[in-house]
């Protein structure tokens, strides 16, 4: 296995080198948690992955076009604030922030509206924390492939059975969605999915359409809540904590979303654009908490190149978003959180900072970085909107890592929220 450890590096791979690098390593776990790679984020690098790719893509950007992503967005703002706001005493944020990212993400899936206690929620969740948390660790079994056909150990035959009960559930979504199918009608992203493939099938080499069955696209969808969810909801508990423990910055983050937006109507996707101090102080946050420190494993295709190393066909490699975000060559003060390492002198957004990575690049660059990004300003500005967060007190406003999988997360901890009048 290769590390990418630097910017140099990962621009040469995923860029430079773009298609060498674009491949997902031959494990049979990944085989199996994606029914033969039929789904995006494990698919190897071939033309059905592309044309998939590229319907999933279409079905997100149609859907969501204009309003629609606010509308989903702001609806389960509606749901969780009032939640927040009933928390009279420290409280774990969790489970309310885990409504908000599932319930977006079901709006946008399934047109669904979802409650807190809502069975099949609250039974997703905790199979999807399972679920990341057993993949991030790997699995002997792909280090000793002859285990797959004598034993498989208990952890695998945990993960896999998860798999399948998450996959029926997506498999019988669709089902419901073609029987009240509409071309004229597109009620959510399966509907698109739908139609994206019914378009495609007018314009794109049939050979390759049979390769996008019902069982791709249930493993699209499946794509895009395993994708989604862990991730932003991540994001979501590092911003909360943060803020918890900086009071100064979230003192401007208010001020700024007080002069934009004010206090009558929720912060909207237009506002992104004047809210920079917001949206910095998310993209350090991003930093800092690095949701997917390794990203997704990648391959190589050929035997290739990279920092001037020879590396073979089929060698496994990783990116290590969290180097570059903690690396002291491009960082200053690489552990001090500050937001105006994003700004200019105008105080506008710059341009990105080179090593600043949170969705990958290149071919296999995050599908979701269009939804993701508008997703978690509007999150985030609508809880710093409404409340001021606090530590309970005695509480260090140091954060520690808990969870440990394909995603990381802070450690538990209990914050305190007040209205602000
Ligand atoms: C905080 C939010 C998010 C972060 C930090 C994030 C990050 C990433 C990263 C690091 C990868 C791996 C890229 C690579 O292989 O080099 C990835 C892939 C992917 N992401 Fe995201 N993501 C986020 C949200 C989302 C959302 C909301 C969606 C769906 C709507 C999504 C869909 C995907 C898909 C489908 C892939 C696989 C791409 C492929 O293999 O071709 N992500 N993401």
């Known amino acids: ?35 033969g790679r039929k789904n995006i984020v494990f698919a190897n690098y071939t033309p059905a992955w592309k044309l998939h790719r590229k319907i999933a893509g279409k079905a997100l950007r149609q859907y969501l076009a204009g ?39 079901n709006s946008v899936c399934f047109g669904k509206s979802t409650e807190l206690n809502d069975p099949e929620f609250q039974d997703f969740i905790k199979k999807d924390k399972k679920f990341t948390e057993l ?39 669709l089902e419901e969605h073609k029987k009240s199918f509409d071309r004229d009608y597109i009620r959510d ?25 019902d069982l791709h696209l249930v493993n699209t969808i499946s794509d895009i809540f395993g994708a989604g969810i862990d991730t932003s909801r991540v994001t979501m508990y590092f911003a909360v904590h943060y803020m918890a423990g900086l009071p100064e910055i979230q003192a401007k983050v208010h001020e700024e979303i007080d002069r934009v937006v004010g206090k009558n109507r929720l912060p909207g996707v237009k506002d992104r654009e004047n809210l920079s101090y917001t949206e910095a102080t998310l993209h350090e946050v991003m930093r800092l908490g690095t949701a997917v420190p390794v990203g997704v494993p990648h391959s190589t295709l050929c035997d290739t190149t990279v920092g001037g190393y020879d590396v073979p066909e089929n060698t496994m490699v990783m990116i290590n978003h969290w180097a570059l975000h903690h690396d002291p060559n491009y960082w200053k003060d690489v552990d001090t959180f500050d937001p105006t390492r994003f700004l200019n002198e105008e105080g506008k957004l710059s341009m990105k900072p080179e090593s600043w990575l949170p969705f990958s690049a290149g071919r296999r660059v995050c599908l979701g970085e269009s939804v993701a990004k508008p997703e978690l300003h509007l999150m985030f500005a609508s809880i710093m909107q409404r409340f001021k967060i606090s530590l309970p007190e005695g509480t260090s406003p140091e954060i520690l890592i808990g969870g440990g999988g394909a995603a990381i997360q802070p450690a538990p901890f209990k914050i305190i929220v007040k209205e602000r009048k």
């Not at 399966?190 to 069955?213: F, G, N, W, Y």
Request: proline share 4%; aromatic share 8%; glycine share 2%.
């Open 67 to 105: 309003k629609h992503l606010e509308e989903v967005l702001h609806n389960s703002m509606h749901k969780c604030l009032p939640l927040m706001a009933e928390e009279k005493e420290e409280f774990d944020p969790e489970p309310i922030i885990d409504l908000m990212v599932f319930h977006m993400l």
């Open 135 to 173: 993949i991030g660790k790997g699995f002997v079994e792909d280090m000793f492939p002859i285990m797959y056909k004598i034993w498989t150990t208990q952890k695998y035959r945990k993960i896999t059975e998860i798999f399948d009960v998450i996959a029926e559930r997506y498999r019988k979504k």
């Open 189 to 213: 992203f399966t509907d698109a999915l739908i139609l994206a493939r019914q378009e495609a099938e007018d314009e794109e080499d049939k050979e390759v359409l049979s390769e996008l069955t």
């Open 1 to 35: 296995m290769v590390v990418l450890n630097d910017i140099e590096s990962v621009t040469e791979a995923l860029v430079k080198r773009k298609a060498e690098f674009a491949n997902r390593p031959n494990l049979p776990s990944l085989d199996k948690l994606s029914n």
